[in-house]
C-alpha cells in the first residue's frame, strides 16, 4: 500500500508540474510582451508577442507604400500584409510553430495524466489493491512531456539568440529587450523538463510493476455465527 501512495505522489507532482507548465506557456501565447521597447524613449516599435505586435508610427524603409503603422496587430492581419516578412522571419515561424505544437500535445498530456491518476485510484477485481497503471498512457504521456521540454527549449534558445543577433528584424535593438512573455515561456520549459524525470520515474516503476507476476491473493472467509 506505501508502495502505491509513493507511486501516485510521483504521478501527482508530474501532473502538477505540467500544470504549472501549461498556465505558463498560454499566458505566454497570448500575450504581446516577448519584446518591447524601452518606455522612455520614443520608437516606433512598442512591443511583440507570437502573434499580435504593437506600434507607435513605425514606417519601415523596405515598405513600399511608406506607411505608419499605429496600435494593436494580428500578426497576420491583412493591416501588415506588406511588412509580414519584416515581423515573421524563418526563424520566428518555427518559434510559433513550436509552441503552437507544444502547447496542443501538452494538454492532451495532461488529459493522458489525469486518466492515469483517476484509474490508479480505483480498486482492482480483488478489492485488495489498486489497479495498474495502463503502460501505453503513461508512456505516451512520458513521451509528450518530454517532447514539449524539447521543443519548447529549443523555442527560448532559438528565439533569445535570433534577438540577440538578428539585427535587422526589429528597430532600434538598442533600446529593445525581452520581457514576461519570453520569461513565462523559459519557466514553462523548466516546469516541463523537471515534470518530465517525474514522468520518466514513474513510466520506469510502472515498466517494473509489469515485469513482475501479479500478487496473487486469496480470500480469506469470515466465520459464520449460527444461531441454537
Not at 503603422?69 to 493591416?79: D, K, Q, V
Amino acid at each position: 500500500m506505501a508502495h502505491t501512495e509513493g507511486q501516485r505522489w510521483v504521478l501527482l507532482a508530474g501532473l502538477s508540474l505540467n500544470v504549472f507548465a501549461l498556465l505558463n506557456l498560454v499566458i505566454s501565447f497570448c500575450t504581446p510582451y516577448w519584446v518591447i521597447s524601452w518606455p522612455r524613449v520614443y520608437s516606433g516599435f512598442r512591443k511583440i508577442g507570437l502573434w499580435e505586435a504593437c506600434f507607435a508610427g513605425q514606417i519601415l524603409d523596405r515598405d513600399p507604400t511608406q506607411k505608419s503603422y499605429h496600435g494593436c496587430w494580428w500578426i497576420l492581419s491583412p493591416e501588415l500584409y506588406q511588412i509580414r516578412d519584416w515581423i515573421m522571419p524563418p526563424w520566428f515561424i518555427v518559434v510559433q510553430i513550436l509552441i503552437t505544437v507544444s502547447l496542443v500535445i501538452e494538454f492532451i498530456g495532461i488529459v493522458f495524466n489525469i486518466l492515469v491518476w483517476v484509474h490508479t485510484g480505483n480498486h482492482d477485481k480483488s478489492g485488495l489493491g489498486k489497479r495498474r497503471a495502463p503502460f501505453n498512457i503513461v508512456q505516451a504521456m512520458t513521451y509528450i512531456t518530454i517532447s514539449t521540454t524539447i521543443m519548447k527549449s529549443c523555442s527560448v534558445i532559438m528565439f533569445g539568440l535570433a534577438f540577440k543577433y538578428d539585427w535587422f528584424w526589429l528597430p532600434n535593438p538598442e533600446i529593445n529587450y525581452p520581457h514576461f512573455s519570453y520569461g513565462l515561456a523559459i519557466v514553462s520549459a523548466f516546469f516541463s523538463f523537471f515534470s518530465s524525470l517525474a514522468h520518466t520515474q514513474y513510466r520506469n516503476i510502472v515498466r517494473e510493476e509489469y515485469h513482475q507476476p501479479a500478487l496473487m491473493s486469496t480470500a480469506v472467509p469470515h466465520p459464520v455465527m449460527y444461531k441454537i
